[in-house]
């Protein structure tokens, strides 16, 4: 069974950073676009930025400039890089794959909490 697991969430200072790893097994992790995803309490989840299988990446407005998304195919591993932390970043974060041909073929991490609080 296709297994997400994510990592590195916790506590920071606005203006602080974090690092979130997801890696990914049972699957051959270079035919996947990979993405992150939030949902803030009390809000829709939305798309936080993805990642092409050959590492062409999108953002979201709110992110851009200070999220990096990036991938290692060799080692199945996603990570997205939070810099210039804000309060509003404050949600649980979840790793998704997407096959690239295949695209109904999709899967959930189980999300790692991220809170931004002075």
């Known amino acids: 069974q296709v297994l997400l697991v994510e990592s590195g969430g916790g506590l920071a200072q606005p203006g602080g950073s974090l690092s979130l790893s997801c890696a990914a097994s049972?699957?051959?992790?270079?035919?996947?676009?990979m993405g992150w995803y939030r949902r803030a309490p009390g809000k829709q989840r939305e798309l936080v930025a993805t990642i092409t299988p050959s590492g062409s990446a999108n953002y979201a407005d709110s992110v851009k400039d200070r999220f990096t998304i990036s991938r290692d195919n060799a080692k199945a591993t996603v990570s997205l890089q939070l810099n210039s932390l804000k309060s509003e970043d404050t949600a649980v974060y979840y790793c998704?794959?997407?096959?690239?041909?295949?695209?109904?073929?999709?899967?959930w991490g189980q999300g790692t909490q991220v809170t931004v609080s002075s």
């Open positions: 049972t699957i051959t992790f270079s035919n996947y676009h």
């Open positions: 998704h794959a997407r096959h690239k041909i295949v695209t109904t073929t999709t899967y």
